[in-house]
Nanobody, 124 residues
Framework: QVQLVESGGGLVQAGGSLRLSCAAS????????MGWFRQAPGKEREFVAA????????YYADSVKGRFTISRDNAENTMYLQMNSLKPEDTAVYYC?????????????????WGQGTQVTVAS
């Protein structure tokens, strides 16, 4: 079993920055692909970013590319999402996800483990 705990959300003005963290309970952290999804009120869960087990490959939604950076520290079993130039449209609950098998990075149904989420609110 893998437990994920997100932190770092909050309220920020448009154009500001936040860094989200996701701590995983499993020590073999590097064997898992990880990513971030978000969900705004009234909308479906949306892919944000993903990173492979080694950190050598990253993937971003077009809406955040160039503004967000995903990274992972396998020694600390932690993944990060650095969010810069935040927009009101980025307001959502952000979820840390991981899985123990291969598959699509973009389909939320293909991730086995989800955190409880952290709220990000960007004021206009």
């Amino acid at each position: 079993q893998v437990q994920l705990v997100e932190s770092g959300g909050g309220l920020v003005q448009a154009g500001g920055s936040l860094r989200l963290s996701c701590a995983a309970s499993v020590r073999t952290f590097s064997y898992y692909a990880m990513g971030w999804f978000r969900q705004a009120p009234g909308k479906e869960r949306e892919f944000v970013a993903a990173i492979n087990w080694s950190g050598g490959s990253t993937y971003y939604a077009d809406s955040v590319k160039g503004r967000f950076t995903i990274s992972r520290d396998n020694a600390e079993n932690t993944m990060y999402l650095q969010m810069n130039s935040l927009k009101p449209e980025d307001t959502a609950v952000y979820y840390c996800v991981t899985r123990s098998s291969s598959g699509s990075y973009y389909n939320p149904g293909e991730f086995d483990y989800w955190g409880q989420g952290t709220q990000v609110t960007v004021a206009s």
